[in-house]
Every structure is written in structure tokens, then in C-alpha cells.
DNA sequence: TGATTCGTACAGTTTAAACTGTATAAAAAA
DNA sequence: TTTTTTATACAGTTTAAACTGTACGAATCA
């Protein structure tokens, strides 16, 4: 009865927070193990968590290796204990704004530099057989990639006053 | 010979084109439409996407119902055309910005509310019991919620700009 | 009116992702 | 050293998503 009530907060904490985590492409048992770890607050062990979640700890193990690549958890040790410990990053919203719009602004370039490649190649037909419609389309795609950059750029410097 | 490279480059800006719309958390086939339909500029039928894409009629009847309902693609009458003629949205940047910010508003604020009735259930747990712990995390939450929001918030105010 | 053609609901199939249990290499303890 | 314990690679299984073909109601044409 006397921690009735606070379980119950924080089991609704660890649900809400979950589903916003999925938002930043996490699948759901990297959200969940996520929010676990961020909810508790002390470093967990794989063990603990596959217990608790109720997941095997193989996939525990899976899901804690991207998170970690991901920068959103580390791994900590503590002195006597044999087995790893992870606990979450605490600064959450610098932590999933950064990982976030970096995995947009990669990916708006590397698409960027494609399309230059077929401006490029567009470039060489000869000037009387060249398709105009084709000219046309490339330009707004570039410009629509070129703004998505900004966007993310932009996205990047608000998000250094907030933190 | 003629067209050769006109197609070619053509193809490119699809294929580039078509990783980019998935970005936006829409399916292979859904951008894959999408990706054509832009590219190729004229309203086309279900049938004529199917065989080009080489997918079911049925297929390209659902991704189609969700682009419609995205506000990517619209329907379009031709006289003497019976069938269903679809056009791509040409405001790219506008018009993929707005419905991401959208869905993005509309997931982090139901994520606000649920953290707020969590917090006026803790309020109401007897002072000597609470586990402060729990209010520090809610409270970091909810303000990662609110930091989110703003976010979103700013990003369309950038996106009217760029129209 | 009946005949034809369209778009989509639905059931079934295929394909891919998520997950688990066992086995193993690496590290720690004895 | 050997024994024990840990994390993960891998193969196999389960679960969910993607996709297809058939069938049917709605609309169009004759």
C-alpha cells in the first residue's frame, strides 16, 4: 500500500516515456530498455533488465549495443561488480535532438551528392536531345534537399540554447 | 539511343529521390509511388503505377489511400478519363515538412497530457511517502516534452520561410 | 435495364523482422 | 593452471508486416 501509488506513477512514466522514445526510430525494445534505464536511474546490469523487461538477455544485448552507439546510454563501471553495468545519458533532449538531426543531415548529403552526380551526368547530354522536364524536376530536388540541410542546421543551433 | 541518358538520369533521381520520402517514416512502396508520380509529373492511373513499379494493383490502391491522406498526393479528374488519375503535390518542401511537424506536435503533446495526469496522481500520493526520485524524473520529462514542442514549434515558423 | 470496369475489402501467402536458446570466446576468480 | 561467469555470435523459431489474387459493391456505359 505504501508504494502502491508511486509504482503505479512510475510504471506510467516508463509507458509514455517508451513511446515517445520510438519516435526517434528506436524499435520498441530499444525504447523500452531506453526508458527502463532512464526511469530507474542507477546502472543496471543485462541480467537485471532481461528480468524486469522480461526479455530474453539476448536481446537485451542487442538492443544495449545500439543504444550505446547511439550515445544514449553508457556503460559504467562500479568497483566490485564483475558484470557491466549501463545507465542512461541524462541530458535528454541534447542527447536525442543531436543523434537525431545528425542521422538527417547524413543522410540529406549523401543524397545531395548523388543527385549532383546526375546533374553532372545530365549535364554531358547534348543540349537538343536533353529532356527539359528532366532539367526541371533535378533542380527542385536539389533545392528540396538543399532546405532540408538548413532545416537540420538550423534545427542543431536551437537546439545549443536549450540544453 | 536518343533518350538513353535522359532515362538513366531519370531513374537516378527516383531511386535517390525514393530513399529520401522513407525518411519520412513512409513505407518502400509508399515512397516509391510517391518518388514516381514527382518525378514523372502527369496525373497517372493505379493501373499504370502498377505496371511500372511491377506491384499489385492492390498494393498501390493502399499506398496510394495513405498518400492521399498525407496531403502528398492528390487526386485529379480528367475529362474522358474514367479511371482515378493521381498527381503528386509539387511543394515538396512545404508540403513534407508540414505533416512531419504535424506529426510530431500531435505525438509529443498526447505525450504531455498522460505525464501531466501522472503528475496530478503523484501530487495526490501523502507527502511522507513520496518517493522524490519519481517527482524529479516526471518533472525532467515533462520538460523534455516541453523542449520537444518548442522545437516543433520553431521548426514550422522556420518552414513558412522557405516556402 | 444489363454489361462492363473500377477501386478496395478480405483472406491467404510470402517475406522480413524480432526474439530465444544454445554454444563459445573472453575475462575473472580460485 | 582449472573453474566459473560474462557477453555475444549464430541458428532456429516465432511473430508481424508486406504483398498478392480473388471477389464484390459502386459507378459508368450501352
Redesign the pocket.
Request: aromatic share 0%; no cysteine.
Given at each position: 500500500m505504501l508504494d502502491n501509488s508511486n509504482v503505479k506513477v512510475k510504471n506510467g512514466m516508463l509507458l509514455e516515456f517508451a513511446k515517445t522514445v520510438e519516435l526517434f526510430d528506436l524499435?520498441?525494445?530499444?525504447a523500452?530498455v531506453f526508458a527502463y534505464l532512464y526511469v530507474e536511474g542507477t546502472p543496471l546490469?543485462?541480467?537485471e533488465l532481461?528480468e524486469e523487461l522480461?526479455?530474453?538477455?539476448?536481446?537485451?544485448?542487442?538492443?544495449?549495443?545500439s543504444l550505446?552507439e547511439l550515445n544514449l546510454v553508457k556503460r559504467v563501471w562500479k568497483k566490485?561488480v564483475?558484470?557491466?553495468?549501463y545507465q542512461a545519458n541524462n541530458h535528454l533532449y541534447k542527447q536525442f535532438l543531436s543523434f537525431y538531426t545528425k542521422k538527417w543531415k547524413d543522410a540529406t548529403e549523401n543524397r545531395k551528392e548523388s543527385l549532383l552526380e546526375l546533374k553532372n551526368e545530365f549535364d554531358q547530354i547534348q543540349n537538343d536531345i536533353k529532356d527539359p522536364q528532366i532539367q526541371n524536376k533535378l533542380d527542385d530536388l536539389l533545392d528540396f534537399h538543399n532546405r532540408l540541410d538548413c532545416f537540420f542546421k538550423e534545427a542543431s543551433e536551437i537546439k545549443k540554447d536549450g540544453l
Open positions: 524499435t520498441p525494445i530499444e523500452r546490469t543485462l541480467d532481461s522480461g526479455k530474453s538477455k539476448t536481446s537485451i544485448s542487442t538492443s544495449m549495443r550505446v566490485g564483475r558484470k557491466d553495468l
